[in-house]
């Protein structure tokens, strides 16, 4: 499995729609592989914080795609400090 962090704005003030929407879309997720390990609401730049587990990049840009409407997000590729310390050599 990769990490994923997403950095996301909201477009518009989120409503209790939008998060029962976003609600459903993670239970899709669910199936395709995808694991929320933690999801923040932020101050600052951010409105919102998402770190979650998927597949491959693939499974990641689709979930990103599904919520374009409702947010600009940026997703990084996290890779765990144990893993990244073997590569520098």
Known sequence: MMHFI???KFRNKPTKENIEEN?????IEAKEGVKYL?????????????IF???NEKVAMKTAIRRGDV??????????AEEARKLVA
């Open 53 to 55: 587990e998927a597949p």
């Open 71 to 80: 947010l600009a997000q940026e997703t990084l590729v996290a890779i765990p």
């Open 38 to 50: 933690g999801i923040y609401y932020t101050l600052g730049r951010y409105d919102a914080i998402m």
């Open 6 to 8: 997403t950095l996301a």
């Open 23 to 27: 609600k459903k879309k993670m239970e």
